[in-house]
């Protein structure tokens, strides 16, 4: 192992916590990441030592934050491999970045009868916001469906071709942990004419990210899940597509000239981010990513595959627990579960007795939750300062769970 993930987790002061007079297992990453001290004292350095708006001062604090600020969007430029800070927006999360993409690229793009290209395993954020702008231009939703647990690609092969203009795809499900072949999707999506917007909510947080590789053309992803405070995101776009684009809000910060009548923008990536932005939460970002790069993207990918091989045999060894998504590729350490006749909503409550944060719910994947036939399901997700034990705890939880409601006794 490369990395020493019990030291790790020291730098986590939240895992002192105890729960139910339990110690803290917290297995609810996909759904936010903790924070370690670094990021939580940037915060704090920002507003003991440079606290101004940024890019409207002269004034030394007012230079102190906004290369702080811009430092922090060099920082996410070299984490994800793109060509210039041009192509980096500041946002307020993946939520933010895909209502972005949609509404602009979509009223650029679109005409009545085109067609956007789906997945069945969409978060809603990747969804909703798609449906407004079909709504607005007349285009059609599409939605590749499901194989063996994983994206259909036959299927998807089928249905990309002259009539699709955008193609927005999760990168990891965070409810099944499949990871889909982006790569291939971009070659399908270019070889149709069609853009590609890639959700990478689940996926920076675990994996290094490479836009050119990945060669799509969006990349939403939020702060929060890779260590970094809630309220900050990006979105990623290749500049000659965002040189064309509108900007999707207005006010003070992205214009150049305001006239009675008309306005006209700033260069990118300032004509995107509108009002004063989130000034702490980039340069937490910006520290979220050096913590992360210190510990090495590489290393924490092979950490959580760790994790995977670990605890998936041990779940799918208990009697009466269905696994759901694809269990045989390379996946992320999300694992939805259900425990026959027990109700979601229950385990999750049995599980926060013993200290365990799980989430249960239908993880805003509606849509993925009809395919599978469940009105919910528990979802147990890692990240790297999770420890071996906590895949015993949580196994031998889940069988005294079972025990309780089968005999209503532990
Ligand atoms: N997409 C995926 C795959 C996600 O897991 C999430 C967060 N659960 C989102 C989008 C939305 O992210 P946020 O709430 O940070 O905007």
């Known amino acids: 192992m490369k990395i020493n ?43 003991e030592l440079s606290n101004a708006n940024v890019h409207r001062g002269v004034h030394t604090l007012a230079e102190r934050a906004t290369t702080q600020y811009e430092e922090a969007r060099a920082k996410v430029q070299r984490f994800i491999g793109a060509n210039s800070t041009r192509e980096v927006i500041f946002t307020r999360g993946t939520t933010t970045s895909l209502n972005w993409v949609a509404t602009s690229l979509g009223e650029m793009v679109l005409e009545e009868h085109d067609e956007i290209v789906l997945s069945l395993m969409e978060h809603h954020a990747n969804i909703v916001p798609w449906q407004q702008i079909a709504k607005r231009t007349g285009a059609k939703l599409r939605y590749i469906g499901l194989k063996n647990g994983k994206l259909d690609m036959e299927y998807a092969k089928s249905i990309i071709n002259g009539k699709t203009k955008i193609v927005s795809i999760t990168h990891i499900s965070n409810v099944l942990g499949v990871i889909n072949p982006i790569k291939e999707l971009a070659k399908l999506a270019h070889d149709n004419g069609a853009y590609l917007v890639v959700d990478a909510a689940q996926s920076a947080p675990h994996m290094k990210i490479d836009v050119k590789e990945l060669d799509c053309d969006f990349l939403a992803f939020s702060g929060h899940k890779m260590c970094a405070p809630t309220g900050i995101g990006v979105l990623w776009g290749r500049e000659k597509l965002l040189e064309k684009m509108e900007p999707v809000e207005f006010g003070g910060e992205m214009i150049d000239f305001v006239y009675q009548d008309s306005s006209t923008w700033k260069e990118l990536p300032w004509k995107f981010e509108a009002g004063t932005p989130n000034i702490s939460g980039a340069i937490a970002l910006g520290s979220a990513i050096d913590f992360l790069e210190n510990i090495g993207m590489d290393n924490i990918h092979e950490y959580m595959q760790e994790i995977v091989r670990n605890a998936l045999p041990k779940l799918q060894a208990i009697e009466g627990l269905t696994l759901y998504g694809n269990l045989e590729d390379e996946r992320s350490a999300v694992f939805s579960f259900n425990l026959e006749g027990i109700h979601p909503h229950d385990v999750a409550t049995a599980f926060d007795m013993e200290g365990i944060a799980v989430r249960a719910g239908h993880h805003c994947a509606q849509v993925l939750m009809r395919e599978l036939d469940v009105p919910a399901t528990v979802r147990a997700s890692f990240y790297f300062y999770n420890l071996e034990w906590e895949i015993d705890h949580l196994i031998e939880t889940i069988l005294k769970t079972k025990e309780f409601f089968a005999h209503g006794t532990i």
């Open 5 to 47: 993930p019990k030291a790790i987790r020291e730098l986590f002061p939240i895992m002192d916590e105890l729960i139910n007079d339990e110690k803290l297992s917290y297995l609810d990453n996909a759904a936010t990441s903790q924070k370690p001290y670094s990021v939580l004292k940037s915060i704090q350095d920002f507003y």
